[in-house]
C-alpha cells in the first residue's frame, strides 16, 4: 500500500516538464500495449484457425484414401505405404488405427511415431463415429490431433499436426510486438520532452525576465509570440514590469526630490544651529543649554537622513558610478576607525600577507561601509570590539565584530532590508536611534563594488555579532 502511494506521488514530485515527459511516455507506452496485445491476440486467432482448417481438410482427404487401401487390402505394410504416399507436410504425422477385438491397433507411418499423441477423449469421440479433433500438449508443445472414422468405425485415421511452425511465429510476432512498443514509448518520451520544452520556453523566459527585474534590470522586457494564448501572458507581463518600473522611478524621483527641496532649508536650520551652540555658554540656564543640545543632535540625524536618502535615490535610479582609485585598505580602515573616536577603539587585526596592500576601490564608498557598520555597532551591539582584513582568494573580507546579543537566524538577510529596525534592532539593544538606512547602503555599496555583505555568529564563540562585507577588488 505504501509503494502504491509512493508511486501515485511520484509525479507530483517531478517538475512539469518531466511530468509532461513521463505523461506522453506512459500514454504511449499504454497505447502500444493495447495496440501489441490485440494485434497479437488476433494474429494467434487467425494464425491457430488456418492451421485448424488446412489440418482438417487435408486430413478428410487423406482419411478417404486410407479407406479405400483398408477395403481392398487391410495389411499393415500396405497401409504404412500408402501412408507414405500421402500428402502430408513433414510437421505432420499420420496414424491409422484397426479394431482388433474389444480394442485399436495403431499403425503409425513411422515406428517412433506412437499413438500416445491421442487424447482418450477424442479417441472415443471417432470411435463413435464421429469425427473431432483436439489441440494437447505433447512433450511441452502444442499439437493438433484430428481424428475421423472411416469403413464404419473398423479403423480411424488420425493425423497429429505440430503447432511449432505457428508458435514459432507467434514468438517471432511477439518480440516485433515488444520491440515496436518500446520504440514507440521512447518515441512519445522524445515527443512529450520536445513539446515540453517547447510549450515551456515562454514560462522559462517570463522566470529569466522576473530575476532579471529582482537584481534591479527594471527595463526587461518578454518578446512578443505568435502564439495568441502565450501573447496574454507575455502583455500581461510587460504591463505588470512597466508599471513597476513606473511605480519605482516615481518613489525614486519623489525621494530624491524631498531630500534635495530639504537640503537648502535644512542648510539653513543647520547654520542657525551652529550659530546657537557657539553661544552655548551665554545661555541663562540649563534648559536652553539642553535644549540647544537637542538640536544639534537632532539636526545631525537630519543631515545624514537625507544624505541617506540622496544616496538610496541614486542606487534607484541607476546613476550610482564607482569612482575608482588607488586604496591603502589597512590604512583606510585604521583611520576610518579612528575618526568614530569611541571611548574604547576596537582592537585592528590585518592579514600579515596584506598589511600595506594598493587596491583599486572607491575610497568614498569604503569610508562609508566602515563607518555604518561601526555605528551599528555602536548602536546595537555596545560598540564594536575587534575589526579584521583578511584575504580570501581573490576577495578581501572586511569583518566588524561586537559584543551585543547577535542577530536571530530570521533576521540576518531583513536587516539589510531599508527602514528595517524593528526585527533586527529589537533582538540586539535599544539603544539605537537610526531609521534604517545604513545596513541598507552597506549592501548597496559592496554590490556596486561587485561584492557582498552578511552576518553570523562570531567566530571565537563570544556573544555578538560579526558583520563581513566581502569585497573582489583587485590588487592595484
Known amino acids: 500500500m505504501a509503494g502504491l502511494r509512493a508511486w501515485r506521488a511520484l509525479p507530483a514530485r517531478l517538475g512539469l516538464r518531466a511530468r509532461i515527459t513521463f505523461t506522453f511516455a506512459a500514454t504511449t507506452a499504454l497505447l502500444s500495449a493495447l495496440m501489441a496485445g490485440a494485434t497479437f491476440g488476433l494474429t494467434r486467432e487467425n494464425l491457430v484457425n488456418q492451421r485448424e482448417a488446412s489440418a482438417t481438410r487435408q486430413a478428410r482427404q487423406n482419411a478417404e484414401t486410407i479407406a479405400q487401401q483398408v477395403d481392398a487390402n487391410p495389411v499393415d505394410e500396405l497401409i504404412r505405404e500408402a501412408m507414405g504416399e500421402l500428402g502430408t507436410p513433414t510437421s505432420s504425422r499420420p496414424i491409422v488405427e484397426v479394431r482388433d477385438g474389444d480394442g485399436w491397433r495403431?499403425?503409425?507411418?513411422?515406428?517412433?511415431?506412437?499413438?500416445?499423441a491421442i487424447p482418450d477423449e477424442l479417441r472415443a469421440t471417432v470411435a463413435d463415429g464421429v469425427p473431432a479433433r483436439m489441440i494437447t500438449d505433447v512433450g511441452g508443445d502444442p499439437e493438433l490431433v484430428v481424428g475421423i472414422p472411416?469403413?464404419?468405425?473398423?479403423?480411424?485415421?488420425y493425423e497429429v499436426v505440430s503447432f511449432g511452425e505457428v508458435q514459432d511465429t507467434l514468438r517471432s510476432l511477439a518480440a516485433s510486438l515488444l520491440a515496436a512498443s518500446v520504440?514507440?514509448?521512447?518515441?512519445?518520451?522524445t515527443l512529450g520532452y520536445w513539446l515540453s520544452r517547447r510549450t515551456l520556453r515562454p514560462l522559462s523566459n517570463v522566470g529569466l525576465a522576473a530575476e532579471a527585474i529582482a537584481g534591479g534590470r527594471l527595463d526587461t522586457r518578454l518578446e512578443g509570440t505568435e502564439d495568441p494564448d502565450l501573447n496574454v501572458l507575455v502583455t500581461s507581463f510587460n504591463h505588470m514590469a512597466q508599471a513597476l518600473e513606473e511605480r519605482i522611478d516615481r518613489d525614486g524621483r519623489f525621494a530624491s526630490d524631498v531630500s534635495h527641496e530639504l537640503r537648502s532649508p535644512l542648510m539653513t536650520l543647520a547654520a542657525s544651529v551652529s550659530v546657537l551652540a557657539t553661544r552655548r555658554e551665554?545661555?541663562?540656564?540649563?534648559?536652553?543649554?539642553s535644549a540647544v543640545d537637542l538640536m544639534e543632535a537632532d539636526m545631525a540625524r537630519f543631515q545624514q537622513l537625507v544624505d541617506d536618502l540622496l544616496e538610496i535615490s541614486r542606487f534607484d535610479a541607476g546613476v550610482a558610478r564607482l569612482s575608482l582609485e588607488e586604496v591603502r585598505l589597512p590604512e583606510l580602515v585604521r583611520q576610518a576607525v579612528s575618526q568614530r573616536r569611541a571611548e574604547k577603539p576596537p582592537a585592528i587585526e590585518v592579514d600579515a600577507d596584506l598589511a600595506g596592500m594598493l587596491v583599486r576601490a572607491d575610497k568614498r564608498r569604503l569610508v562609508r561601509i566602515l563607518d555604518n557598520l561601526l555605528g551599528n555597532a555602536e548602536a546595537y551591539g555596545g560598540g564594536a570590539e575587534r575589526v579584521a582584513v583578511?584575504?580570501?582568494?581573490?576577495?578581501?573580507?572586511?569583518?566588524v565584530e561586537d559584543g551585543g546579543p547577535g542577530?536571530?537566524?530570521?533576521?540576518?538577510?531583513?536587516?539589510?532590508?531599508?527602514?528595517?529596525?524593528?526585527?533586527?534592532?529589537?533582538?540586539?539593544?535599544?539603544?539605537?536611534?537610526?531609521?534604517?538606512?545604513?545596513?541598507?547602503?552597506?549592501?548597496?555599496?559592496?554590490?556596486?563594488?561587485g561584492g557582498r555583505v552578511w552576518v553570523e555568529d562570531r567566530p571565537d564563540g563570544r556573544s555578538g555579532a560579526r558583520f563581513v562585507v566581502q569585497l573582489p577588488v583587485g590588487r592595484a
Do not use: C, K, Q, W
Not at 495403431?106 to 500416445?116: H, K, S
Not at 520504440?183 to 518520451?189: D, E, H, Q, R
Not at 551665554?282 to 543649554?289: G, L, T, V
Open 106 to 116: 495403431p499403425i503409425p507411418l513411422r515406428p517412433t511415431t506412437g499413438a500416445e
Open 150 to 157: 472411416i469403413n464404419d468405425d473398423a479403423a480411424a485415421y
Open 183 to 189: 520504440i514507440t514509448t521512447l518515441v512519445g518520451g
Open 282 to 289: 551665554e545661555m541663562p540656564d540649563d534648559a536652553s543649554r
Open 390 to 399: 583578511e584575504a580570501a582568494g581573490d576577495s578581501v573580507l572586511i569583518a
Open 407 to 449: 542577530v536571530s537566524e530570521e533576521n540576518r538577510e531583513r536587516i539589510f532590508d531599508r527602514f528595517s529596525r524593528g526585527g533586527g534592532a529589537g533582538r540586539r539593544s535599544g539603544g539605537g536611534d537610526g531609521v534604517g538606512l545604513g545596513l541598507a547602503l552597506v549592501a548597496e555599496h559592496a554590490r556596486l563594488h
